[in-house]
């Protein structure tokens, strides 16, 4: 692999990185990055100036062809990791206010949860009386229904009654629930 002396300047060694050759990359990689990774530490933790540096001349190597530098290589190279690092502060920043935020609701469910539980068991106790006061029949296919997890057609069979009478029987007892306790049904059963 070729050696460039240090009289080759930067432009000329990107003339020569945008025709592909590594040689002028390899050299431009020990030029600047003990200097970058400098500056990188001062703004970031080490890992992620590691991390930086590196997508940095990556970056330059895939767009060797393409990429037009309008400032000194130095400047673009320090730009970029100030930009970089702009964006983790961001991505960082943006992380917290979300976590702070989930904490801050986690929080206020906690401090909701034992009134929620006792309006819960409230709720079910009622729903437990109305069902009691219910027609025997009608109660023994509601209690297959949502306490056994039987199917329409294993309370027909259970029973010796229809599919039909089941379904009857079923909407019966959800419409005298519904009216008892309300729109609360749905998160009780």
Known sequence: M???SAATTDQELLTLLSEDNEAAFSEL??????KMLRYA???????EAMDVVQDIFVTLWERRGTQVIHTSLPAYLFHCIYNKALNIFTHKKSKERYLDSFVAYLQAAKALAPDAFLLEKDLQKQVAGKVAAFPRQM??????SRS????????SEELGISRETVRTQLKRSLRLLRAHVGSWLPFLF
């Open 139 to 144: 109660k023994t296919v509601f209690e297959l």
């Open 41 to 47: 530490v001062k703004l970031l933790d080490e890992q």
């Open 29 to 34: 990689y020990q030029r600047y990055h003990v």
């Open 2 to 4: 070729e050696r460039y």
């Open 148 to 155: 056994g997890h039987f199917s329409h057609l294993q309370i």
